[in-house]
């Protein structure tokens, strides 16, 4: 059910490799959190010296003032001086007190007057409350007058004030320096996952890459990844920050009254449940959001790798039509989430605001009015803007619910992808092979139950080169992904100088051996670096000396920069003999024991070939030499030629031998040569 997802095991998973990857940055994370703690904290305090300034000293001037001999204020040629400063050994002359009606003070001769409501007429001060009515002398005050009360207080105001502002200067410097150790800290850990995940991709087999489009590999490092990265700077900050704070406000609210305190804490479970409810959905709806994104990269990846064919063929509207339609489904859900969000977020939080603003001035306003304690202005004041600071926490972390969900699909599909069965790279070297092959009642199946290799025996001496023909779909392509180990065999053994590869890792078994695609496969970079792949071990010498032995130098010299020249990508600025020219010096540069060659010669205009076919006489003595050909005449010295139909060997033997059986392989190259069956041309 989609209600319980959020708490699957796979999301508890999810969430044990997440910070298990944290984990070996914890001193910077932990520290960068601390600050965010003490930047919280000074933030916090705020409130508290408000309600210090407030009640101590704007409200404070109203106490009881002491007359003494010697006081801080003179009023009527008299000296006062505020109760809670008075000189206990000083004497007193009198009692009196400073009361606000409205925009005016009046200077009353008394001590503890009633609060309530006050009206001032005929010299007294009239205040009511609940009933009781009491009259007290009063005179009105002029600003000077007051300001005589206020001015022992504007050195304390100025005092706490400047305390605030160097504890917001203080916040800031901690802010600063969180968010830049917390986010250096999650590009690294995003830096190691995507490297990871990377490392992942060349460890697994050629046939998962069958089934997943490289556009959706592509997702899972860059997007899913940048993904989680938020996880780490956006909504650890804020989940983290967010508790710092409630804590803290929850802390002062205690402080300042336990009734109001309890009641606020009803919020807690609330949010609780509401994030429940809201990750049940939001992970159904972000797993199908960040499916559909990984099919839009897929299919745009193929379409640029394609647009040649797509402008050929006039498909441009097919194209984005089918474009159209995933990213409408990827649109859809992404409304679906956008509407979640708005239903869960700002008005709920703003309705729980309003809930606790309202329960809050009844609160206060029963006080006023005797059905509760009475409250200082400051403690009002600090009870309201704890309030209002403690739905700005709640709101940043439901703000980032959605992130939080998202990084945590984001994170499920980026294990899935690295939890796929892979061979580690091996650091040890392998002896060069001797370069004897044998293949011993080989079966092959792609998919279950459909055999591309029917019991295929045959075997290879060093220095031999054995050649492999058929019509398309015989099998050809598939014994060289046995022999290289792109697929393992599901019967029969193939060995290596008699071991059997299978008891050897799949590096191992390409260690000294170079291969030569039909289509050349050249990287973004220069000549060089595609003819050594990035060996540095591989000189430019060596790799000059490759490109003369397959007949590239004049193709070179032609270059302003030779083998520094830079390679767009796939080498489109080279024609398909260049880019196999370049393919070719790619294999031998390596000096491999095995040598395969698929169908290496198709795409190379005639020229091309004779030269070609003149360096590779060259360069395969000593070597073991597998050819896929489609072209006979390029096969006619080969030492064995195997004719394949539909997976098995229907004849094999060299280039004489086959033509004397006049069977399949003859009739084949008769076909090539433009002759009918009995020789004459037709």
Do not use: C
Request: overall charge negative; hydrophobic content about 45%.
């Amino acid at each position: 059910m989609a209600v319980n997802e959020a708490q699957t095991p796979e999301a508890t998973k999810t969430g044990k490799r997440l910070f298990l990857y944290a984990w070996p940055f914890r001193k910077t994370i932990f520290i960068s959190l601390f600050f965010l703690a003490i930047a919280a904290a000074a933030e916090l305090t705020g409130p508290f010296i408000a309600k210090t300034m407030i009640d101590n000293h704007i409200v404070g001037v109203e106490q009881t003032w002491m007359e003494t001999p010697n006081g801080d204020v003179t009023f009527d040629d008299r000296q006062f001086s505020r109760m809670d400063r008075h000189d206990p050994g000083a004497a007193v002359l009198g009692e009196a007190s400073v009361v606000q009606v409205g925009l005016t003070y009046y200077f009353v001769e008394a001590a503890d007057v009633l609060v309530g409501e006050e009206a001032f007429e005929n010299g007294e001060l009239t205040v009511s409350r609940n009933g009781e009515t009491a009259s007290y002398p009063a005179q009105e005050m002029t600003q000077g007058e007051v300001y005589q009360f206020y001015a022992p207080e504007v050195p304390y105001i100025i005092g706490w004030m400047g305390l605030y502002l160097a504890l917001i200067i203080l916040s800031s410097f901690f802010h600063y320096y969180q968010s830049l150790w917390l986010q250096t800290s999650a590009n690294r850990i995003i830096k190691k996952m995507r490297e990871d995940v990377f490392k992942k991709v060349h460890e697994l087999p050629v046939r998962y890459f069958d089934h997943m489009p490289t556009g959706k590999i592509v997702s899972r490092i860059t997007n899913d990844t940048e993904a989680i990265r938020e996880l780490y700077v956006r909504v650890l900050a804020t989940f983290f920050t967010g508790i710092i704070y409630m804590i803290g406000i929850f802390i002062a609210i205690f402080l300042l009254d336990v009734r109001l305190a309890l009641a606020t804490l009803l919020i807690i479970p609330i949010l609780i449940i509401w994030m429940i409810v809201y990750r049940s959905f939001a992970g159904r709806y972000n797993r199908v959001i960040r499916e559909k994104l990984s099919d839009l990269n897929g299919r745009m990846n193929e379409n640029i790798q394609g647009m040649s064919l797509v402008q050929a063929f006039g498909q441009e509207k097919a194209v984005s039509e089918e474009f159209e339609t995933h990213n409408t489904e990827h649109y859809r859900f992404n409304q679906k989430m956008l509407t979640l969000n708005s239903l869960t977020s700002f008005n709920l939080i703003g309705l729980i605001r309003n809930i606790a603003f309202v329960t809050l001035i009844w609160y206060f306003a029963g006080g006023s009015m005797g059905v509760g304690m009475i409250f200082s202005l400051g403690v009002v004041y600090a009870f309201v803007d704890y309030i209002n600071r403690l739905f700005e926490p709640i709101n940043g972390i439901v703000g980032q619910l959605a992130q939080l969900e998202e990084a945590r699909i984001a994170g499920e599909r980026v294990f899935h992808l690295m939890d796929q069965e892979g061979e580690p790279l091996p650091d040890t070297a392998v002896a060069r092979f001797h370069g004897d092959v044998a293949f011993q009642n080989v079966w092959l199946s792609y998919e279950p139950g459909h055999p591309v290799l029917k019991d295929i025996s045959f075997s290879a001496k060093k220095g031999e080169t054995v050649a492999f023909v058929g019509h398309t779909g015989s099998g050809k392509s598939s014994i060289m992904n046995v022999l290289f180990r792109f697929y393992d065999h599901d019967k029969g053994e193939v060995t290596i100088d008699r071991r059997d590869t299978l008891s050897m890792t799949r590096q191992e078994v390409r260690s000294h051996m170079a291969i030569v695609l039909q289509d050349p496969f050249l990287f973004t970079g220069t000549i060089y670096t595609n003819v050594a792949m990035g060996d540095p071990s591989i000189t430019k010498a060596q790799v000059q000396k490759a490109l003369d032995q397959v007949g590239a130098t004049a193709f070179i010299q032609s270059l302003p920069s030779g083998i520094d020249e830079e390679v767009k990508e796939k080498g489109s600025t080279f024609s398909a003999g260049e880019r196999q020219l370049i393919s070719f010096a790619r294999a031998l540069v390596v000096d491999p024991a095995i040598l395969i060659l698929d169908e290496a010669t198709a795409n190379i205009d005639t020229e091309t070939e004779a030269m070609i076919q003149h360096a590779l006489d060259v360069v395969k003595a000593g070597r073991t030499t597998f050819v896929i050909a489609h072209r006979l005449s390029t096969i006619r010295e080969a030492d064995q030629i195997i004719v394949l139909n539909e997976g098995e060997i229907a004849e094999q033997g060299d280039h004489a031998s086959l033509m004397a059986v006049r069977g399949r392989y003859h009739h084949m190259y008769q076909l090539q040569k433009g002759a009918s069956s009995d020789g004459q041309v037709s």
